[in-house]
């Protein structure tokens, strides 16, 4: 049997980005498909294709500068095939030699034995030219490799920090736990640190703790049992803002896949919860959620396969104390966990999340108590999805208001306070807390 | 130690079924160390005594990372085998080509080792996949026997084209 049938991670990046760029899928199902890979080879096809996700047109740039006419449209595969190369030789990872043997016989494996001098080719006058090469890039905005509408509406959100943001877009980020705080943490951090990982704890939110090196989480000890959840600090300030005790009754109104509503019934285990989400499917993994985490002995949890903007087909007329509307949004807060948002995302799809994120607010405030919370949330840097968003609600309404909140993290708006990606360490988050006037 | 000529399909003597080995001597511990050094010249994984036009029941394979632990099965048997996986195969045989083929998922195999002495073993993973791959060399099978007829003949398609453009200079350079 020949070796090369078993170092099959560029063709499987490959097909993960066939299935992204050509499908609409997104990275994480995407992976679906490398099950059957050897585990080291599906380390390095996700590696390489979510680098080339990440980087996507500034390898394009490269690769149209390299090549001197374009490949034919039939001749995708061989184009991604160069730039899953050039970003092996420009962001490293494996030795140039390997990168550029490998990928060349990537294509005598995919039945064009016609490209292989081609790519070998390019891949070489790249690497001989490296310097020059970037050193154009970096005058062009290519290298942010963003899509001009969101690299637009970025400079007009945020004039002084959109470089920032986009640079820390296109870091991978780190892997953070949220530390189930019904167990002994000190023992959680120590069995996490027998295993050899180090285990550092954020500046800002106790039970957020930075995992390195970076691991799939069912691999980590004490995962099954329930001792952590995998969340980003910026999402673990949710419960808190909510201020939940035992008998509030409280509502989620998009829960799936649940990290939230978990934080939740930790803190406050005898609240009355009623979670919402429109999937039954991402239901289930609310229900696996809870369950994972020893949270069944909580007996007033109610979970509806339903639409939160309908309050007619499901609320039972009784308010809310607590609403927790983590409402869908442009995503663009987490593009550096997952970068094919930046080319999946159309305006059109934004423009559409801004009136469902209204709607939502305008439905589900009725169902607020006088004297209650809505924490609205989203996990976008756009103004139009947020503090914008918050003002107009406020415009709208005149038993609302906005509550300042003073804190350490992300920095304060007109309404509301944004994390943008990077700041402490985190993903893009806003927070509004509105309070019913009594 | 010499480096043996692999047999390339469509060669014909690759759809021999080999005999068992009945002696157990130095020449055959010979063929053994050619074997392996032919594998390993060849950035194969498993090589059958077919693969190069000797008849015997008897192959070698290595699917360690590092490639440095050669194991030897010499009159090997399948006598049991649970699941069924479907992995990526390619062929010292049939260069250049790749395909998807269902095999056992787990094996257990009796076979003699290089001094004849008999042994069992349970294998899983590419190990089990690549003895499956090899022990059909044995039987005269090649993996792209398994294919659908169509797909077949467009491997066979392939593989001329690939030999025919092989003395040629490539297309599509740049420079």
């Known amino acids: 049997m020949s070796k090369s049938s078993v170092n099959s991670a560029r063709l499987a990046a490959l097909?993960?980005?066939?299935?992204?760029?050509?499908?609409?899928?997104?990275?994480?199902?995407?992976?679906?498909?490398?099950?059957?890979?050897?585990?080291?080879d599906q380390a390095q096809a996700r590696h390489l294709a979510y680098g080339v996700t990440r980087w996507l047109t500034a390898l394009d740039w490269l690769a149209a500068k390299l090549l001197q006419k374009p490949l034919k449209r039939r001749d995708q595969d061989i184009h991604r095939l160069i730039l899953l190369g050039l970003f092996e030789l420009w962001k490293g990872g494996s030795s140039p030699h390997a990168a550029i043997n490998e990928t060349t016989e990537s294509a005598r494996k995919l039945g064009k034995p016609w490209a292989v001098a081609l790519i070998n080719?390019?891949?070489?006058?790249?690497?001989?030219?490296?310097?020059?090469?970037?050193?154009?890039?970096?005058?062009?905005?290519?290298?942010?490799?963003?899509?001009?509408?969101?690299?637009?509406?970025?400079?007009?959100?945020?004039?002084?920090?959109?470089?920032?943001?986009?640079?820390?877009?296109?870091?991978?980020?780190?892997?953070?736990?949220?530390?189930?705080?019904?167990?002994?943490?000190?023992?959680?951090?120590?069995?996490?640190?027998?295993?050899?990982?180090?285990?550092?704890?954020?500046?800002?939110?106790?039970?957020a703790v930075k995992i390195s090196p970076a691991a799939a989480v069912n691999a980590l000890p004490g995962f099954g049992q329930g001792l952590f959840s995998v969340q980003d600090p910026a999402?673990?300030?949710?419960?808190?803002?909510?201020?939940?005790?035992?008998?509030?009754?409280?509502?989620?109104?998009?829960?799936?896949?649940?990290?939230k509503t978990c934080h939740i019934l930790e803190c406050a285990p005898g609240a009355a919860l009623t979670a919402l989400d429109r999937s039954t499917e991402r239901l289930a993994l609310i229900d696996e959620n809870i369950k994972r985490q020893g949270l069944v002995d909580c007996s007033h949890i109610k979970l509806l396969a339903a639409d939160a903007s309908k309050p007619d087909s499901w609320w039972d007329g009784s308010p809310y104390d607590r609403i927790l509307l983590d409402a869908p949004c442009s995503a663009t807060g987490v593009i550096r966990r997952h970068p094919e948002i930046k080319w999946l995302r159309s305006p059109q799809q934004v423009r559409n999340a801004i009136n469902m994120q209204s709607r939502l607010?305008?439905?589900l405030w009725p169902l607020l108590k006088p004297g209650g919370i809505l924490l609205y949330a989203t996990c976008s840097v756009l103004k139009d999805e947020n503090s914008r968003q918050i003002r107009q609600f406020i415009e709208r309404r005149t038993d609302g208001k906005p509550i300042d909140l003073a804190a350490e993290w992300g920095r304060e708006l007109e309404f509301g306070r944004q994390i943008l990606p990077g700041d402490q360490e985190m993903d893009g988050f806003y927070y509004a807390v509105l309070h019913k006037h009594a | 130690m010499a480096k043996l000529e692999i047999l390339e399909t469509p060669d014909a003597r690759l759809k021999t079924v080999a005999k068992p080995v009945e002696i157990f001597d130095d020449e055959l511990s010979r063929l053994v160390e050619d074997m392996i050094e032919t594998m390993y010249e060849a950035q194969g994984i498993g090589l059958a005594a077919t693969q190069v036009n000797v008849h015997k029941r008897l192959l070698v394979l290595d699917v360690s990372d590092n490639q440095d632990t050669p194991r030897v099965y010499i009159n090997p048997e399948i006598i049991g085998s649970e699941g069924s996986e479907t992995c990526e195969e390619g062929c010292l045989s049939v260069p250049g080509i790749y395909a998807e083929v269902s095999r056992a998922e787990k094996v257990r195999v009796a076979a003699r080792d290089r001094d004849g002495n008999p042994f069992e073993e349970d294998l899983d993973g590419m190990h089990a996949v690549c003895l499956q791959h090899e022990i059909d060399h044995l039987n005269g099978k090649l993996f792209i026997d398994y294919l659908s007829p169509l797909k077949r003949r467009m491997v066979i398609k392939k593989l001329e084209k690939q030999r025919k453009i092989a003395g040629e200079k490539p297309a599509g350079t740049v420079f």
């Open chain 1, 15 to 40: 097909s993960m980005l066939e299935a992204v760029l050509d499908k609409g899928t997104n990275l994480g199902d995407a992976e679906g498909g490398l099950l059957h890979a050897d585990p080291r």
């Open chain 1, 121 to 207: 080719a390019i891949l070489r006058r790249f690497q001989r030219e490296q310097e020059a090469w970037l050193k154009e890039l970096d005058s062009k905005e290519e290298r942010f490799a963003h899509p001009d509408w969101l690299l637009r509406q970025l400079k007009a959100d945020w004039p002084d920090d959109w470089m920032e943001i986009m640079k820390a877009n296109n870091h991978a980020a780190p892997l953070w736990l949220r530390l189930n705080q019904n167990h002994a943490i000190s023992g959680t951090i120590v069995a996490l640190e027998k295993e050899g990982f180090s285990v550092a704890r954020h500046p800002l939110v106790s039970g």
């Open chain 1, 235 to 259: 999402a673990q300030l949710a419960a808190e803002l909510l201020e939940v005790s035992d008998n509030l009754r409280v509502l989620d109104a998009c829960a799936a896949p649940g990290g």
């Open chain 1, 361 to 363: 607010l305008d439905r």
